[in-house]
């Protein structure tokens, strides 16, 4: 082992860096609490009778967020750990791929901001073509050509088979 090794190795690790884990405790809190609140404010009609109404799913899937969430921050707390993976070959200290994040994240932005003035079988065909570069892929006739397929056929599948609109843009009178 070498000098800079043995340091490394032996450098006490920060509070924050042992408890990560309480981050997605954090998360799932705050996703509970929104849920609880959306929850909360839907109307119902007087005339609706029963136990269960449109609120009650909703306030049980909440109220198990914040359950959840504060069972594991007490895991967290008293010393358990998640367990690293151990049939994947991911290095976990090596640092993040935010090149790759960030062309993620910029292909999901640009099919949010697209769908509404291009329709879905456009903006997510740039969607899943903009996942595949970021991905790794770079066959320039084979990728659009994928995209282009998956995003007519979920647009099929949930539009005539189903009866779930989705926008169908300037394909609307084509499609």
């Not at 935010?98 to 932005?109: E, K, P, Q």
């Not at 949930?158 to 609109?165: E, H, K, M, R």
Request: charged fraction near 15%; glycine fraction near 10%.
């Amino acid at each position: 082992m070498s000098v800079i090794e043995e340091k490394t190795a032996s450098a006490p690790k920060s509070w924050w860096r042992t408890h990560s884990e309480l981050g997605v405790c954090v998360f799932l809190f705050a996703v509970g609490v929104l849920v609880l609140v959306d929850a909360l404010s839907i109307p119902t009609d007087f005339t609706q009778r029963g136990p269960v109404g449109p609120k009650a799913v909703p306030i049980l899937v909440g109220s198990l967020l914040l359950l959840v969430s504060l069972l594991l921050a007490r895991d967290v707390l008293r010393g358990g750990r998640g367990e690293a993976e151990a049939g994947e070959d991911v290095d976990l200290d090596a640092p993040a791929d935010w090149r790759t994040v960030l062309l993620l994240s910029g292909a999901f932005l640009a099919n949010a901001a697209l769908i509404d003035t291009l329709g879905f079988p456009l903006s997510s065909a740039i969607m899943f073509w903009g996942a595949a570069y970021a991905l790794g892929s770079r066959h320039l006739v084979r990728d659009p050509l994928i995209a282009a397929g998956v995003s007519l056929v979920t647009w099929f599948v949930f539009t005539v088979l189903l009866g779930v609109p989705l926008p169908g843009g300037p394909l609307m009178g084509v499609l």
